[in-house]
C-alpha cells in the first residue's frame, strides 16, 4: 500500500509526519525483538526447544502491532519488507531509508534490554538469541531463509497492496500466522530470521557473527523476489478490459 501523501521517489513528508511514522517502525521492531528473543532466551537454546512458543510469540506480536500501527507507518517492522516496497516504488526511498535505520535501531535496543533483563546464563546459552544454522548447510540454510521470507513479503503483497484483497482489514492476523508458520518450520533449522533487524540486534550485543550474512542475504533476495514478482504479476497494468469488462477491482493500479 503506497502510504497516504507519500511520493513514489521524491521528497520525504514533513520531518514531523517522517519521525512519527519512524518511530512506529522503531516500536514494532523493537516490540518484535523483545518478546520473540525473550521467549528464546526463555525456553533454552536447543535447537527444538520451544518451537510452537517460539513460533506463536513472533507470529503473535506482528499481528498485533500491524493492526493496532499500520495505519500510520504501514507496519513493515522488517527492512526485507521494506526493501521490497522500495524495489516496487510503494514507498519513497528516502522514507524506507528513514525506516530500516528505525528498524535497526529498534532491533539493537531491545537486544539491549535483553541483554540487561536475563541473568548470564541465559545470555550465554542462546548467543543472547543470535542466529546460528543447525544440522544443516550453508546453502541450505540461505535457501531456507530466502524462501521463508518470500512467503511472508508475498502475503504482505497480497494483503495490503492488491485492491482485490478483501482480507486488508485482517492483514495483520494473515501476515502473522505466515511468521507463525515460517518458525514452525525453519526455526530448528535457521532461527526462520526472515528480518535482518532481528538478526542484527543479537548479534550485535551479543557478538555472535557465525555465517552472519545468511541473515541479510537471505531475507533481502526473498523479500525482493516476491515483491518484484507480486508487483509484475498483479499490481501493474494488465492493458484494457476485454468485452464485456471485468468486475470491479479485476485490474489493479500501476506501481
Known sequence: MRLPGTPTIGPLPSMAETWRRSFVELLGTFALVF??????????????????????????????MISAVGH???????????FGFMLTRRISLLLG????????????LAALLLRWVFPAANRDATNLGAPARHTIGLGQALV??????FFLVWV?????????????????IAIGLVVV???LMGYPLTGAIINPARALGPQLIG??????????????????IAALLYDELYLRPMGPPPPGGE???ATASGA
Do not use: K
Not at 520473540?36 to 498485533?64: F, N
Open 144 to 149: 531456507v531463509e530466502a524462501l521463508l521470507t
Open 181 to 183: 508458520f515460517d518458525n
Open 156 to 172: 504482505v503483497f497480497a494483503t495490503t497492496t492488491d485492491p482485490r484483497s478483501t482480507y486488508s482489514a485482517v492483514a495483520g
Open 97 to 108: 531509508l528513514f525506516y530500516v535505520f528505525a528498524q535497526f535501531a529498534g532491533g539493537v
Open 207 to 224: 557478538n555472535s557473527w557465525s555465517d552472519a550474512w545468511i541473515w541479510y542475504v537471505g531475507p533481502l533476495a526473498g523479500g525482493a
Open 35 to 64: 518478546v520473540g528473543v525473550g521467549t528464546i532466551m526463555a525456553v533454552g537454546p536447543q535447537a527444538d526447544a520451544g518451537t510452537l512458543e517460539v513460533a506463536l510469540a513472533h507470529g503473535l506480536v506482528i499481528a498485533v
Open 72 to 82: 500510520i507507518s504501514g507496519g513493515y517492522f522488517n527492512p526485507a519488507i521494506t
Open 247 to 249: 468486475p470491479p477491482g
